[in-house]
Every structure is written in structure tokens, then in C-alpha cells.
């Protein structure tokens, strides 16, 4: 089993939408959860960084984080073309001693259509 | 965001050639930088984590003879492809971690390397 999985998608939807985009560990300890977004032959760009449980918002953006379920959640309000990109979910454990390192999910193809 | 600039953005180069690839942090100093593969519609493979002043710690599989990494300066990692083989052709990124205990790491564009 992966630490970090992820659907792959593709995921297609209308423009306007709303997309949920999620992943699940197993890893208990980890504390740190992120989002980046990856356009096509680009590197990944942070979105949302979150710290421990809870909700962030940022502008349409919406992370979610249930450690009671191990399962985050990315959600995009407003689903526009330019939207259209790889999400990646990445989360690490403790810092404290030094950096651990991320372990990312596989990833998620999302196409929004005019 | 922070910066992170990486350069060549792709690059093409012999069977036996040896490749450069930098990474650099422009607006912030970076102890750790890391390393990663991608192939085609797959996610990140960390191949080595970039340590100021210190050896490189390389994942399990991965060669350090054949992927020399040199962090000089705490703004510049660089990756150095030995004796490049078509099978070594893929899409290298680096990352840069940033300072503060905050874990938020700051990626390169990438640099696509395609061995003949």
C-alpha cells in the first residue's frame, strides 16, 4: 500500500464548476499537507500549505484536512480553464530535527472545459 | 511565492555526454534543496536530498556516481548527469525547502533532458 494515494484521473469538468479533489495516507504522523498545481512540463507551484486539521481557504481554493479519516481534500469554486493542470497532494511528518521529506500523491489530471 | 530558478529549462545532449543541471533560490537561502525525477503523467520521484555543505543523501536506487550533486553555496544546488544514456532522458525538478520550520518547499520549472 502507498503512503499517499491518489486518483489519477483525468477529471473533466464544465467550467464553473466545482471540483473536489482528494487523497488518502496512511501515515499517521504526518502533520504538514500541501497542494501544488502542475501545469504541463512545468515545475509544481505550492497552492495550500496546512498545518494539522482543519479548513484554509484562499481566494476559490479550499483545503480540508480530517486526520481522524487520513483523507485531505482540495476544493476549486468556480472551476475556470486556466484551472486546468495536475494537482498533486504532498504531506510530510514532524520538522522537528530537521526536515522530512514530502512524500507526494500520484497526482491528478483535471481539464475544465469552456 | 518564493523563487526558485532552474536552468537549462531542457537540454539535448549525446549518448556519453555528461549534463549540468542548476538549481538556484533567488529570493531566499536554501540549506536543503531535493532532487526529483518525473516521467510522463506520473508524479515526483525524489532521487536526493542536497544538504549546504555536505554530501548529498540519495534515495534507495538511485546512483551517486551517476547523478553528482554539489550544493556550494546555500542559494545553488547543482545535478550533474555523468555519462548520459537514452534511459536517462526524463523531466528533472528541483526544490528548495524554505527557511522558518515551515516545511513549504518551492519548486524549479524544471529542466527536460533528452539523451540521444
Known amino acids: 500500500q502507498k503512503e499517499v494515494e491518489q486518483d489519477p484521473g483525468p477529471l473533466s469538468v464544465p467550467e464553473g464548476a466545482i471540483v473536489s479533489l482528494n487523497c488518502t495516507y496512511s501515515?499517521?504522523?504526518?502533520?504538514?499537507f500541501m497542494w501544488y498545481r502542475q501545469y504541463s512540463r512545468k515545475g509544481p507551484e505550492l497552492l495550500m500549505y496546512?498545518?494539522?486539521?482543519g479548513n484554509k481557504e484562499d481566494g476559490r481554493f479550499t483545503a480540508q484536512v480530517d486526520k481522524s479519516s487520513k483523507y485531505i481534500s482540495l476544493f476549486i469554486r468556480d472551476s475556470q480553464p486556466s484551472d486546468s493542470a495536475t494537482y498533486l497532494c504532498?504531506?510530510?511528518?514532524?520538522?522537528?530535527?530537521?526536515?522530512?521529506?514530502?512524500?507526494f500523491g500520484a497526482g491528478t489530471r483535471l481539464a475544465v472545459h469552456p | 511565492g518564493a523563487v526558485v530558478s532552474q536552468h537549462p529549462s531542457w537540454v539535448i545532449c549525446k549518448s556519453g555526454t555528461s549534463v549540468k543541471i542548476e538549481c538556484r533560490s533567488l529570493?531566499?537561502?536554501?540549506?536543503?534543496m531535493f532532487w526529483y525525477r518525473q516521467f510522463p503523467k506520473q508524479s515526483l520521484m525524489l532521487m536526493a536530498t542536497?544538504?549546504?555543505?555536505?554530501?548529498?543523501?540519495?534515495e534507495q536506487g538511485v546512483e551517486k556516481d551517476k547523478f553528482l550533486i554539489n550544493h556550494a553555496s546555500l542559494t545553488l544546488s547543482t545535478l550533474t548527469v555523468t555519462s548520459a544514456h537514452p534511459e536517462d532522458s526524463s523531466f528533472y525538478i528541483c526544490?528548495?525547502?524554505?527557511?522558518?520550520?515551515?516545511?513549504?518547499?518551492?519548486f524549479g520549472e524544471g529542466s527536460r533532458l533528452t539523451v540521444l
Open positions: 526544490s528548495a525547502l524554505y527557511p522558518g520550520g515551515t516545511g513549504e518547499l518551492f
Open positions: 542536497s544538504n549546504e555543505g555536505s554530501k548529498a543523501t540519495y
Open positions: 529570493d531566499f537561502q536554501a540549506t536543503t
Open positions: 496546512t498545518y494539522s486539521s
Open positions: 501515515n499517521s504522523a504526518f502533520q504538514y
Open positions: 504532498a504531506m510530510s511528518a514532524t520538522l522537528s530535527g530537521g526536515y522530512n521529506k514530502l512524500i
